[in-house]
């Protein structure tokens, strides 16, 4: 059972919405094995979004902001993006045999998220710029022109994501002390927190959640406090330098209790090969940028070893085979027979 269906009563749903549904959503909430005791954290988990039908958590709001447009009668999506949500309205739009535009910055998307837009069927624009740009241009073309938007300004993208909030709760019976998750264009941020607060009003949890989002070093607006111009970071996902949903973010940051911060691109890289190697959790650059912060805040003293902590893996690592393999040692190359393998592999 996909969002819409799943949490109908929850979200905007009529008797009028397509129920759009790639079974998006339902994805595991794995415990720790290694790395939580490895810091000293009795509760640690992953909220694995990779495992979402095109590869990333952009498929809960998606699905929810393509059925609304489709009620409205839209017949063509378009949306800015640095990969993810490209792949994700590209798929949602495919199902439903509408058109979908997507406009990326030229040379800063993963392969393998250009490969799906473009499998999917969607035009893809290629703009010179960044994300901050195509997002401006792909604005002002919805405001002129017969088109739906379906990046995160657009409301019903963030209801979607709040759902996640909703099947952490449900699996740990409360919400944790701590939501961990990385912070680009900062809609994810803004719905998880929206999720939390509607589950502690609906009596399911009788807490809230410290809302703590990681930016990358070299795109860290938020951390800053203003924009930047020139965002740079091997997290090509968070690549972002003026977050349409800032206040969402620094709103969440601040009624929690909770902190953004930033991690360099070595300390990315690290908890990649950390998670993968330590979890079998494979998953891309933005999403360990919490997994690096938590290192830091357990070094800093900073998180109770009894408290639970959440982090959510927002992409599959398979997006994004370039970024992992610069740091793996390559293959071993090899011509002979069983006892040459042996003695090269040291046996
Ligand atoms: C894996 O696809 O902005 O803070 O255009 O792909 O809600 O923007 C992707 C963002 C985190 C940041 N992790 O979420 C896009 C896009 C992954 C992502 C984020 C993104 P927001």
């Not at 929206?194 to 009003?201: P, V």
């Not at 938590?294 to 970024?323: C, Y």
């Not at 393999?325 to 011509?335: R, S, T």
Request: glycine share 8%.
């Amino acid at each position: 059972m996909g969002v819409l269906a799943r949490y109908r009563e929850r979200l905007p749903v009529t008797e009028h919405t397509p129920m759009v549904d790639l079974r998006e959503g339902s994805t595991p909430l794995v415990p720790s094995r290694n790395i939580g005791p490895a810091l000293g954290l009795e509760r640690l988990y992953f909220k694995y979004e990779g495992l979402n039908p095109t590869g990333s958590f952009k498929d809960r709001g998606m699905v929810v902001a393509v059925a609304k447009a489709m009620e409205e009668g839209a017949r063509v999506l378009v949306c800015a993006s640095t990969g993810n949500t490209s792949a994700s309205a590209a798929a949602y739009a495919a199902s439903q045999r509408l058109r979908a535009i997507v406009v990326v910055p030229d040379g800063k998307i993963a392969l393998n998220k250009l490969a799906q837009a473009l499998m999917y069927g969607a035009k893809v624009v290629q703009i010179k710029g960044n994300f901050d740009a195509a997002l401006s241009t792909v604005r002002d073309l919805a405001e002129h022109y017969p088109v739906a938007l379906v990046n995160s300004v657009n409301p019903y993208r963030l209801e979607g994501q709040k759902t996640a909030a909703f099947e952490i709760v449900e699996e740990l019976g409360e919400a944790p002390d701590y939501l961990m998750l990385p912070v680009g264009n900062a809609g994810n941020i803004t719905a998880y927190w929206k999720g939390f607060k509607e589950e502690l009003a609906a009596g399911h949890s009788r807490q809230l959640p410290r809302m703590v989002g990681a930016q990358a070093e070299g795109a860290a607006p938020i951390v800053r406090g203003r924009p930047v111009e020139k965002p740079k970071t091997v997290a090509s996902a968070i690549e972002i330098g003026n977050p349409a949903s800032w206040e969402g973010a620094t709103s969440a940051r601040d009624e929690s209790g909770g902190a953004i911060e930033a991690v360099s691109d070595t300390e990315i890289l690290q908890a990649q090969i950390r998670l993968a190697s330590s979890e079998g959790l494979f998953a891309e650059p933005a999403s360990v940028a919490p997994l690096a912060l938590l290192v830091r805040l357990v070094q800093e003293g900073r998180i109770q070893r009894d408290s639970t902590t959440v982090i959510v893996l927002t992409g599959s690592g398979l997006k994004d085979p370039e970024a992992a393999l610069a740091n793996v040692e390559p293959p071993i190359q090899l011509d002979g027979d069983a006892r040459s393998l042996a003695k090269a592999l040291k046996l």
